[in-house]
């Protein structure tokens, strides 16, 4: 069974201050997602990443994959009360289905 | 121009009875999903049709039956609910194996 381990489960910042969430697995993934899901609301995708080692930029949220493809961090710069949400990474392990992390719950205090 | 919608938002039901979810999207996608989400955000994969045909089905009890009658539609039907079966159920569709869209979830409470 492969897993996807989010650390931290919970994370309560400052306006203005940066963050890093990580997504990790024991096992090689062939591609990875990030999603945000705001409360009453279903994910929504933020970006994927395929090749490792891949970094992607999504205004203040920076994505990278890890050279091994079994893990990858989600970087927020300057974060706003906006970001406030779910953060899901979803592994696709080559069995045509998507497997989701444990989930990191960040809340962004003005 | 709502992309994957779903009916109810919100479903309160005694144990033992059987209730009905819908799933219904129109951005022309082939591949429908029905995830989980349970009390600690986990969101786990139940079953997955493409074009009609059930190609996931996860470990989950056959008092879960999802039925698609068309590729814009994918329903599920809970036999027998039980207390652990409340939680929040996403619909999603897919063209293949692309990305997902999901719908805005049945918060589903069985007293």
């Known amino acids: 069974t492969q897993l996807l381990e989010q650390s931290p489960q919970f994370l309560s910042i400052q306006e203005g201050e940066n963050l890093t969430v990580y997504c990790n697995s024991s096992s090689v993934f062939s591609s990875l997602q990030w999603y945000r899901q705001e409360p009453g609301e279903g994910p929504v995708l933020l970006v994927t990443v395929v090749t490792g080692g891949e970094v992607k930029k999504l205004k203040r949220l920076t994505f990278q994959f890890g050279d091994a493809r079994k893990d990858s961090s989600l970087h927020i710069t300057a974060a706003q009360p906006g970001d406030t949400g779910l953060y899901l990474c979803a592994a696709n392990f080559g069995n045509e289905k998507l497997t989701f992390g444990t989930g990191t719950r960040l809340t962004i205090i003005p | 121009d709502t992309a994957v919608s779903q009916t109810p938002k919100y479903l309160v039901t005694q144990m033992g009875n059987d209730k009905s979810i819908k799933c219904e999207q129109n951005?022309?996608?082939?591949?429908m999903y029905w995830y989980k989400q349970d009390s600690k955000k986990f969101l786990k994969i139940m079953f997955s049709y493409n074009n009609k045909e059930l190609i996931i089905n996860e470990t989950v009890p056959n008092r879960f039956s999802p039925k698609s009658p068309d590729k814009a539609h994918l329903n599920l039907h809970i036999n027998s609910l039980e207390l652990g079966d409340s939680a929040v159920y996403f619909c999603a569709s897919s063209h293949r194996t692309d990305t997902q869209y999901f719908g805005p979830g049945t918060r589903l409470t069985v007293l």
């Open positions: 951005l022309g996608h082939d591949t």
